[in-house]
Each structure stands twice: as structure tokens, then as C-alpha cells.
């Protein structure tokens, strides 16, 4: 099974990739690859569950996944990344009413495992990786250097995961909004700090130096 750093996209050509990502959405809401992003719409006024998902399982071991967030859905909704196992079993780590989570759920039991105050700054980029048992829920300001947010013995096994971009409008808001999602599982240049310089090494030889 193909490791999950393996997967990404950048989402740059406006057109949903359908070997990589398929989609499940409730009532009117809408998903879409537009103007260099996943916009995830949820329906106002009710309960509405919607993923982008993947079209194969991957291998978490020893890997991150991430996902950078562009934009916040509205009040009374949740965005965020889930790497899911089964019907009731998955962990993810969402941006909640203002509240950045590190979420599972076990056996159809739900539990938040810490929160912090969510920074759109501070944390554009969410994360969850997994090391030599453990996993971690992360957060980055420019997808390169990470704050673990929470770290736990694995609650689901990580050898056969499927990634999820999520957005739900979870207390029937009337007024949703949309989430944006981009660039999975890449690093997103244009970030402040995130810029190249050519810099001498010696002999001639000039290289790509990463300014963070």
C-alpha cells in the first residue's frame, strides 16, 4: 500500500482529480475544485456531514499528512482533516467555533482530546502524523516547522487510512459559509518566510536556501 505523503495535490487546475479525490455531500451542499482551491459549502440550517475523500486507503506509518486551511466556514460549522479507518472509527483534527481540536472517535465514541485557541496565523496548515506508535495532531504557520498540538499511543491501527478534507455544518447554522481548503501535502512557497534565496556555497556552486 502506497505510503500517504505519496497523495498530493495542489488543487491548481480547477478540475477535481477523480483518481485522487471523491466526494460525499448532504442536502444542497456543494464541493469544488475553483480558483486554485477545494471550496467545501456546507447547506445552512441543519446538520449537513460533506468530504473530500480518497479514492484509495494509504499508509500512515511514519508519515504526516496535511493540508493547508485558506478560509474559515462559518459560525456553528467545523473544517478539518480526518484520516478515517471505519464506520466509527477515525481521528482528526478540526478548527471548531474558534477552537483548533485534536479529535478520534472510537467505536462510535467521540471524544476531543485537547483544544487550543484557533490562530488563522498561526496555524494555516493542520497536521496528524504518525511515529513509532504515536500520533501526533499538529499545527503550521507555513507547513514547514510544527507545534504538536497533542500526542497519544495510536488510537486506530495507521497501516490502511483514508484521508478526508471536511466540512460540516454541525448546528444548523443559517449561515454557513464556505471552507477552503489547499495545497495537501505540499508547502506553499508564497507564505511569508517561505521564500528562496541563491546563496553561495563555495567553488562557484550556488543553491536554494529556505528562509523560515
Known sequence: M????TLTD?????????AKWATQVAGTSTIQESDGKIIITPQANGSYYN????QANYDMTGKRVYVQ???????????????????????EIVVDDGLIKASKQIASVWSDLATLTYNPDDMRYIA????????????????KTWVTLYSVANPVAVTSLNPNLECSNNDSSSAPGAAWFDNFN???NSIPGNMYRRVS??????????VT
Open 2 to 5: 502506497a505510503f500517504i505523503d
Open 10 to 18: 495542489n488543487f491548481d487546475d480547477n478540475s477535481l482529480d477523480a
Open 51 to 54: 468530504y473530500l475523500y480518497g
Open 69 to 91: 486551511l485558506k478560509q474559515m466556514s462559518g459560525p456553528n460549522t467545523f473544517i478539518g482533516l480526518m484520516m478515517w479507518l471505519s464506520t466509527g472509527n477515525y481521528i
Open 128 to 143: 496528524l502524523r504518525e511515529s513509532g506508535g504515536t500520533t501526533y495532531y499538529e499545527y503550521s504557520r507555513n507547513g
Open 186 to 188: 505540499i508547502v506553499d
Open 201 to 210: 556555497v563555495g567553488n562557484g556552486i550556488s543553491t536554494n536556501d529556505g
